[in-house]
């Protein structure tokens, strides 16, 4: 076991270092031997337990962008001639957030004991994809670490840009639509209560449209806490839909049938899918690993049943163009035909890096189109909701003044 020990020399300089031995005692006796004054020996175990109980923040997550960092880092060091457990060991005092320094160190100690570098990332799946320690795992067994860390580096930097272009695009619509679910709610609920007042005391009869907004602002207006209520209600039932197998489903299910959103969902997909599916292949992981793999890190659930559905198909011989050409929805025909070109002449891997680029390119293209699809849906909503209400109040307005005409 490995020990780190603070002792004194004989002069009274202080000196750190670590020695191997059986026991803590053992290891006390040895010092001694060589003449040092033992002030402090812990094993590295203890060391790790003792900082990973450091206090960090519930809030505090691994973010794409750590992860990109702590890659390109390791790689960087591995090539500069630093050991795991050297490389580990500066990363993790060099780490800002303490559940990133506490997994490194986790690492580290797994790596003294004997496993591998990738079943701590593996056991941290919460914060590192199954394809991160996948290709963690390739790299150590084909022991061109520092290589395979590269090419995730340059995948996860490509997929990261991309998630940040299209929430960048997708800001505006969705800025319009919030102004416009914030314009209805002023008028509902400060606006139509105080007019209401005035249809009340007129005596005249309203409309069946503007009674249904009087009561709806009623209801609204209630109580506060009533309100709270039915927000967090619709909050949590979009963060289950998001989150939950069962709701990620009804969602794709409903999106798919809105052709523009389809087209660019199938784009976003397929760019994630090729590039994944290349650089496992390329970095020597097998056929049904890579594919179930590639469904995990798909990012949707009709994807996702395609690849872990035909694991036991591949297994028993099928080819991956078949599979997908049984699923020509999501599959398009040009993609299923250069698959299996590629199959048969071993260049699969250079022909799905090819269409992975390709399909970033197309993915701009129908990020335009979503998006130019989506503003004038959102004004033509915000028009019809603020003119209904406008129409609720001006109806009883023109009673009233035709009352004294």
Known sequence: MLYTYEASEPSGKLVKGDIEGPTKEDVLMRLQAKGLLPIRVISVEERTAAEQKKAWSPFETVKPIDRIMLVRNMSAAIKAGLNLLETLEILAADASKTIMKNILLAARTNLQSGQPLYATFAQYEKYF?????????????SGNLEVTLDELGKHMSRDYTLSKKVRSALMYPLILFIASILIVVFLI???????????????????????????????????????????????????????????????????????????????????????????????????????????????????????????????????IHTIFKKNENLFPKLLVSMVMVGEKTGTLEHILKTFSEFYEEEVDSSLKDLTTFIEPVLLLFMGLVVGTIALAILLPIYQMVGQFV
């Open 129 to 141: 994809p199954p394809i991160f320690s996948g290709l963690v795992k390739a790299g150590e067994a």
């Open 189 to 319: 609920v400060f606006i139509l209560p105080r007019i209401s007042l005035a249809f009340a005391r007129s005596g005249i009869e309203l409309p069946m449209i503007t009674r249904a907004l009087i009561a709806l602002s009623k209801a609204m207006t209630y109580s506060i806490f009533l309100d709270l209520g039915v927000v967090a209600a619709i909050v949590w039932f979009f963060v289950y839909a998001k989150r939950s197998p069962r709701g990620k489903k009804f969602l794709n299910r409903i999106l798919f049938r809105i052709p523009v959103v389809r087209e660019f969902i199938k784009k976003l997909t397929l760019v994630r899918i090729t590039r994944t599916m290349s650089i496992l292949i390329s970095s020597g992981i097998s056929i049904t690993e890579t594919l179930k793999l590639t469904g995990d890190t798909a990012g949707n659930d009709m994807y996702k049943e395609v690849f872990v559905g035909s694991l036991d198909e591949v297994k028993s011989g099928m080819s």
